[in-house]
């Protein structure tokens, strides 16, 4: 099938401020691993991210913004870092380069998340076990 543009008026471009999601994410099948609040924030953070993908946003602006109680925001941003989309230390979000495996997350939760973060020990071990086999 030949592709071509229906909307020649309409054709994107990349914008200034850099925040186009990447492709991988589909393809490399990182967005199968995620619940719908993990991928409407990191949407959220794709988009208000700067060229270095970074952002900082309040949870309760979040909350607000995303429509997610403290704890659901929580469980996205829990997944997000595990499976190496972001890092976060309170206020601050990083979107990272998608260089990882996208069918196993990574063990990086234990340094990602803030002091009051719970940490995914199930992760951290098989990183462990990783590591030292």
Known sequence: ???HPISLAKLRQ???QFSWVDQRLVRERYIN????EACALYLFLVT???AQGLSFY??????QRLSMTPAVLRQARRALITHALVAYECPLYQVLALDGDARRPTAELAS???DNEPVDLKAV?????????
């Open 125 to 133: 071990f098989t990183h462990i076990w990783e590591v030292l086999s």
């Open 58 to 63: 309040s949870e309760q602006s979040l909350c």
């Open 33 to 36: 691993q995620l619940s719908h």
């Open 48 to 50: 208000v991210a700067d």
């Open 112 to 114: 990602l998340a803030s």
């Open 1 to 3: 099938m030949h592709k």
């Open 14 to 16: 990349v914008p200034q």
